[in-house]
């Protein structure tokens, strides 16, 4: 499949790589913090904006000093900044106390964020599933479907955000949706069953990625953007379509997630794999992080057994040409009696980063 796109005039005259003189930067070669190069390690914490004092939260309250005090130097850490967890659950309106005292903690203890804007299927954020449309142009729009927790358009939130945080040093990439796809809904659920993948499904995704990183870059030209793509096949990045949104000026670190291949470093088949991802990536100069990597434990494995196997996928992708490796997910509370991806504080897995 050929895939193209002309950039209106505007867009082009703001698609040169992100300006000099942010800490964290993107090459051909890698990541590189304060102009050395970075092979960062680290977690998802998506729960670190939970306050209940002022939000409804995701999850349970994290003790943000002792969190990032406890992670080895300059960790690269990916939490859920969602509108929601900025709208005060007592008054409706916008609070960033919580999401400004996570950059305040990783600021104090000299780590790194990528905060994730929105959530592709709606997770704390009502629970509403993104579909084609809102890609062409829901975005743009005040949410108006039932049951979504949002006081502002996407648009408007991604522009708020990047206007207060984008000169925080611990600011290492923007992430827009966490996962996206341009699948579109059939039913009300939009169950995943019965979503349909249309051929106009990647031109939508990269038209996105192209506008709505047009804005970020026009607000913070600096920080760096992250296409935060599982990488499996998913609607809008199949195949060579992955690529295709790779080579979008305004997307500088691409991201791959791993889950169900215990213990193998470059999972996938020849078409979706990691492997494809690492070669498309390295055609487009690129760096390709990945962004989340999961395997079950507690009652359905020993932690020790699954910090084993994720050690040696972290050392076989690194081998391999990736940018750096996310684990899924710290959690302050790790359910032991329950098959799931928690790592808690005192995880065999904290071995796995900062090496």
């Known amino acids: ?202 031109q939508v995704l990269r038209s996105f990625f192209d506008t709505a990183g047009q804005q970020v870059r026009s607000v913070d030209a600096r920080t760096l953007i992250t296409a935060g793509l599982t990488g499996g096949g998913q609607c809008g990045s199949q195949g060579d379509e992955y690529e295709y949104l790779a080579q979008s000026p305004f997307v500088d670190v691409l991201q791959y997630h791993d889950y169900g291949a215990d213990g193998v470093p470059l999972p996938g088949d020849q078409w979706n794999g990691l492997q494809r991802r690492i070669t498309q990536t390295d055609s487009v100069g690129k760096p390709l992080l990945v962004g989340e990597i999961g395997q079950l434990a507690g009652s359905c494995g020993e932690t020790g057994a699954r910090a084993t196997s994720i050690a040696t996928k972290i050392a076989g992708q690194r081998a391999a040409g990736t940018a750096g490796a996310l684990l899924w997910a710290f959690v302050p509370d790790p359910r032991a009696t329950e098959c799931s991806y928690d790592i808690g504080p005192n995880d065999p897995l904290w071995q796995s980063i900062g090496s």
């Open 1 to 202: 499949m050929v895939l193209s796109l002309m950039l209106s005039a505007d867009a082009a005259d703001v698609a040169a790589a992100p300006d000099p003189g942010a800490r964290v930067t993107a090459s051909a070669d890698g990541l590189a913090l304060d102009g050395n190069p970075w092979w960062p390690t680290g977690f998802n914490a998506y729960q670190l904006a939970t306050d209940w004092s002022v939000n409804a939260g995701c999850g349970a309250m994290v003790d943000l000093d002792g969190y990032f005090s406890a992670l080895p130097p300059h960790s690269l850490t990916r939490f859920d900044a969602f509108q929601a967890l900025a709208i005060n659950r007592f008054t409706g309106t916008l609070d960033f106390r919580p999401m400004d005292a996570v950059f305040a903690a990783a600021e104090a203890h000299g780590q790194l964020l990528v905060p994730v804007l929105s959530p592709q299927d709606g997770a704390c954020e009502g629970n509403v599933f993104k579909g084609k449309q809102w890609y062409v142009d829901g975005w743009t729009t005040p949410p108006t479907v039932p049951g979504t927790t949002a006081v502002t358009s996407f648009q408007q939130w991604m522009l708020t955000a990047v206007n207060r945080w984008k000169d925080s040093p611990a600011l290492a990439a923007w992430e827009l949706v966490g996962e996206p796809e341009t699948s579109s809904c059939t039913d009300a659920a939009c169950s995943w069953t019965t979503r349909t993948c249309t051929a106009d499904a990647a």
